[in-house]
Each structure stands twice: as C-alpha cells, then as structure tokens.
C-alpha cells in the first residue's frame, strides 16, 4: 500500500523554482524515519538528492545541489518538503521521496524501506 505521496512537480523554466512535498499517509508517520529525496532520470540510475534527520537538525545534500535546495519536515504534519531553486534543465527527473529507519547510509537507496511513486519535474532551457 501507497505509504508516501509526493506532489509539486511541474514543467518550469531554468532558473526557477519548485516546492515539492511528500506526505505520508495510511496511517503511516514519519517521525521514527530519516527521510530523504532521490531523483532519477531517463537512462540514468536514481541519485540522491537530499536527506533530513529525524527532528529535522541534521541536513544532506547532494554534491550537486550546491545551496540550491533545502529539505524540511513538519513531523507533525507528516510531511517533508524539497524548496528547489535555481533550477536547471539537468534537473529534469521523477523525484521520489523515502523513509528510512535505524542508522543506515541516509545517502544509499538500498537503505531506505518505504518509497514514493514520485513526481515528475522538467526544467525547459
């Protein structure tokens, strides 16, 4: 069952900007997971993005990303959200978001149980 759902993708242009949200729902809370966000783009595996400790002090960042984005969460709204600025057409991806619990690797896929169907962003030069 869909545990995470994220929204707020959107065609933009370069150089602007995208909040995307990931909300959990079915019962499922977020507040014993780390949360992170991965994209994948055509042809090309899913990378990491960005990820948040569980009260939201400790931040990660993709090498990429360079202060463009920042990641959040609202552990009692449930939600976790990804403002993107700046963006660039190789920014173009399905984002995903994912939860991970215990002490895994926050930037390695594998060490995530629950995931997202993803939302599409595409950034037009």
């Known amino acids: 069952q869909v545990q995470l759902v994220e929204s707020g993708g959107d065609l933009v242009q370069a150089g602007g900007s995208l909040r995307l949200s990931c909300a959990a729902v079915?019962?499922?809370?977020?507040?014993?997971?780390?949360m992170g966000w991965f994209r994948q783009a055509p042809g090309k595996e899913r990378e990491f993005v960005a990820g948040?400790?569980?009260?939201?002090?400790?931040?990660y960042y993709g090498d990429f990303v360079k202060g463009r984005f920042t990641i959040s969460r609202d552990n009692a709204k449930n939600l976790v959200a990804l403002q993107m600025n700046g963006l660039k057409p190789e920014d173009t991806a399905v984002y995903y978001c994912?939860?991970?619990?215990?002490?895994?690797?926050?930037?390695?896929?594998?060490?995530?149980?629950?995931w997202g169907q993803g939302t599409q962003v595409t950034v037009s030069s």
């Open positions: 948040i400790d569980w009260r939201g002090v400790n931040t």
């Open positions: 079915s019962g499922f809370t977020i507040n014993n997971y780390r």
């Open positions: 994912g939860a991970l619990a215990g002490h895994g690797n926050i930037e390695m896929m594998a060490a995530y149980r629950y």
